[in-house]
């Protein structure tokens, strides 16, 4: 291994372009490949900005060409040398119309053969690749995915400092939430037997700042979740925090729309046409039985069941009862498409979101064909081929059960018949605010009224009068932002009245005791002047994902955790010594 | 309370002058103070931009007059009226000039009597400030800094990124290190009887980054340390963390000084001449006794081992040994400002540093003065007036001791003695690198060696022969830099081979199993192919004191922890329900 000494990098690899050809250049970087050719040596030299090609001739520098004659992948090298024209040009190089005539090489470091390939679609598999994160991370795909979030955070505190929102830390070590299961707790040395608990997020901290008269606050910010992770989840995510004080919704949407533009203007040079498009939480469930449909396709939800208000098929009849529907999606001049075994194994999927089952019909030759054609009547045939407009070649699925399970049997079944059918166009972005959310949601395990989104989001003026009579009527000022079918961000305008908001801790079955315990702190502030105030949050992962077109959140984030919540490289979590737990005043309890 | 409705605000508060009048403007935001005056309303109103008057004026709006008359501190009110020269113009206050001349106001929020008042300076106890930080968090004061804050770390981020840092962010859930006992640990629920640790610092995840080709990366980023508290510290604090690829310390030094100068300039007006001086570790020491001297004023040492080297006085003899010394310091013209009894004083604060004494001398009608003169040969007491060039009215404290005493002792009187004689220029900014730090410091306790920054810090290139025959001669590439006397940030060049950095390991007596133990996945990532590289962290809190002039640590983080690391607001850190605990494996082990 040699020094750096007085060598110092002069340009990157990857900016080199023919505009340089004749000047005297240093780069450094590592080897991305070597090949021997005679008298010649072509090494690839890789860094952050791109590869560029070194050619090393013995008649040149004999010493150099020999050193480079040696070199391995992934050695770390700096080579100076001449930029010239190159006699076979490489188009799908971004340098490749250059090389450099290198007369000088400095073996920085060396390696020994790499366990993974530095290279796209390495074929690596994922416990390999997080293992090895080092180099995992040299990849093209990775290092573009951490530079465009770097980009893409940058455009967010440009627009956010540019609209006066103060960039404000709070605190990692917070007060444990009564029952908060899902907080990762960290025992205090200091305060033997006590606990704090890591953020799941800093909503009462930004509400507080809006109280102490900071007018606009943002904050990106780890947030923590200890709970089973599904694919796209982390136990430490990042978000994207915005409080606003003297706003109704319109102005928060306002100005996220602006955000939201800037972000991929700047970012992927996508347009975002404002202002985006709204729908209420009731349309997005009875059009695509989601929250968060996608709308880069159709496919929409039709509801049969009047249809089939006097089937005597059992399996429809039992569903047209209050909680229950029959729903259908139809996709045009596409029956050709479903042979009987892809049908059946779409039902299969069906099942696996507790359907009980997945009824179809299509129009061939001028015919209505269905498994449950005798089951029906000919008014019910002609009344869905009349409802539904159903032509030659269409057909249509459809699913008769509980509300929740047609919404998401239904609404899996749209995505997965869209993706079969490759009708999903990967280059579009469709925005969409979801809005007059439902202030609660009935807990079926719980028996009782939880919040839908979280208890401090304000009613819509004009339901507060329900809160206590008909609390499943009351929409609450909240509002989601969906891109593509995913929940991007999502926030409300806030209780800011000390007895509205007692009234909906009543209404969420918290004792005054409990609501005090869990949230005295902010009931107290009320007290001394709040004003009316809303927000967001973005999932920041979720969103470099959308930017990036990734679909493994582990992507698009340095050194991720594992399903398990583990990590590779380091091997998080690992067992302590007794000693030191003793000075936390604990030890384990790990019997059955 | 009256809701919000359409009533938007036009302008803040702060940001009203003479340009707006005739105006019809709407302001937001909290009551400062109210007069009644006749047929007259007064009413401040107060806004994150400042403070504006509103006149309501019976005859004007008669029910407006009546709602203004009822408000009280601390309601939050939105005003509309039209903008119009002040009578009597207040020079003190920037919207002095004009008023709100108010037909409509809306009480969109009341309040009880604060517990403190929003003002500066309101003497209210620090207990009383934290508990109800939301109001304590209103005062100007409070907000000036965290509005420095947020303009600081805009103006860094801005500065990182016009030189290609990216900003990457490192993982919380970090492993613990082996007794690591400043570790805060985070139980895992997922994997039961495991722990993560908060990061002390991204040290390792940021050479990773290096390892793994970034090339530049800055984050600002949340630390933890689980200590004992001292004033000006935090259990969460702030870092801005840098680290680049191919480059030695003239490099880092030569961009952080960039950034140093850019901060200085945009967030205070501050001019910083470059290049930065520059003082070798072993020069602070001798010449103030520390690696972080405050050069606004002077008091340098003097070192009077020579003068006394024969001396018969115990106190001075027994110091003339290897690893003692006596060193003094002149107070030039100013023997008056020190009575008896603030000597003894003196004398008395010294002695917390551990000093046994303090030995003085001063020049009074030409005549050598000093309690010990009698203890003195003429020749001794030539030797210091001739040494120290003394002459009438000059003053010399001497402390003669082990070094590391006369070091802390006699800096910290330096310092002192400079406070009590107003000797610092608190608009003054003195920047120093200091350079060359030891690569060792000798733990008596331990008895061993420690790294002096941490283990990975490069030795200089021509001391790392005497690595293992003479570790205390090993001088570091570490550079640290300090303002007024405070370390503002340090870093260094790290090492890059293997080989060293297991010379490196064993030096600090940490066997192989020890050190894969610890760094074994950093070690590991070095088979790879390293880059030069090196970096920095800077406490941004503390630079936050710097450029707001705060000397406590709590008055620049929104909502900070006590000594005791509680938070007095939310009652963190609390206890926990034993099921909790019980599901994280653990259980209380408090007994003594």
Not at 1 to 13: N, P
């Amino acid at each position: 291994m040699e020094k750096l000494g007085s060598t110092r990098r002069t340009i990157k690899c990857g900016n080199l372009r023919s505009s340089h050809i004749g000047d005297n250049v240093t780069v450094m970087g590592w080897v991305q490949k070597k090949r021997n050719l005679g008298s010649l040596v072509f090494v690839d030299i890789r860094d952050v900005a791109g590869i560029v090609q070194a050619v090393f001739d013995e008649d040149l520098n004999k010493e150099a060409f020999e050193k480079a004659s040696d070199v391995k992948s992934e050695y770390v090298i700096a080579v100076t040398g001449s930029v010239r024209e190159r006699q076979s040009k490489n188009d799908n190089m971004p340098t490749g119309d250059i090389e450099i005539y290198a007369d000088e090489i400095k073996i920085l470091s060396v390696s020994e053969t790499p366990p993974i390939y530095v290279r796209d679609n390495d074929d690596a598999s994922e416990v390999m690749r997080l293992k090895n994160r080092f180099l995992d991370l040299r990849k093209p795909y990775m290092q573009n995915n951490l530079i465009t979030r770097a980009k893409t955070t940058k455009i967010i505190r440009e627009f956010m400092c540019e609209n006066e929102f103060l960039d404000i830390e709070t605190p990692v070590l917070n007060k444990p939430t009564p029952e908060g299961a899902r907080d990762y707790l960290v025992p205090s040395r200091v305060n033997k037997g006590s606990f704090y608990a890591l953020p799941q997020s800093p909503q009462i901290f930004k509400q507080l700042l809006m109280v102490s008269g900071y007018d606009r606050y943002y904050q990106i910010v780890k947030c923590f979740r200890d709970e089973d992770l599904r694919a796209n989840r982390q136990p430490e995510f990042t978000q994207l925090d915005v409080e606003m004080s003297f706003v109704d919704i319109e102005d928060v949407i306002s100005i996220n729309e602006r955000l939201i533009q800037k972000v991929f203007k700047e970012v992927i040079d996508v347009d975002v046409t404002l202002p985006i498009a709204r729908m209420s939480y009731d349309e997005a469930m009875n059009r695509y039985g989601s929250d968060k449909p996608d709308l880069r396709f159709g496919y929409e939800f039709n509801d049969l069941t009047d249809v089939f208000a006097n089937s005597e098929f059992n399996a429809f009849k039992a569903n047209t009862v209050e909680g229950n529907s029959i729903k259908g999606i139809v996709i045009e001049k596409s029956a050709d498409e479903f042979s009987k075994k892809k049908i059946s194994k779409l039902e299969k999927f069906a099942k696996t979101y507790n359907a009980k089952g997945l009824a179809w019909a299509k129009i061939e030759d001028g015919e209505f064909v269905s498994p449950v054609a005798k089951f029906l009547s000919d008014e019910e045939k002609n009344g869905l081929v009349e409802k539904l407009n159903l032509e030659e070649k269409d057909i249509v699925f459809i699913i008769a059960d509980k509300n929740t399970v047609v919404n998401n049997a239904l609404g899996a079944l749209r995505k997965k018949i869209a993706e079969d059918l490759d009708k999903i166009d990967k280059s579009k972005f469709e925005f969409l605010w979801i809005t007059d959310f439902p202030l609660f949601e009935y807990d079926e395990e719980e028996d009782r009224y939880v919040a839908k989104h979280h208890p401090f989001t304000s009613p819509v003026d004009e339901d507060i009068d329900k809160l206590e009579s008909n609390p499943s009527e009351v929409r609450a000022k909240a509002y989601d932002i969906v891109i593509n079918g995913d929940e991007i961000g999502g926030g409300s305008i806030r209780i800011t009245d000390r007895t509205l908001q007692q009234r909906m801790f009543k209404a969420l079955g918290l004792s005054e005791e409990e609501a005090e315990a869990k949230f005295g702190f902010l009931l107290n502030a009320f007290r001394y002047g709040v004003p009316p105030h809303g927000g967001i949050a973005y999932g920041i992962d979720r969103l470099v994902m959308t930017l990036t077109g990734s679909e493994n959140i582990r992507d698009v984030i340095a050194f991720p955790k594992t399903q398990s919540a583990t990590c590779l490289l380091s091997g998080a979590p690992t067992d302590v010594d007794e000693a030191q737990l003793h000075e936390l005043g604990l030890k384990l309890d790990l019997e059955e």
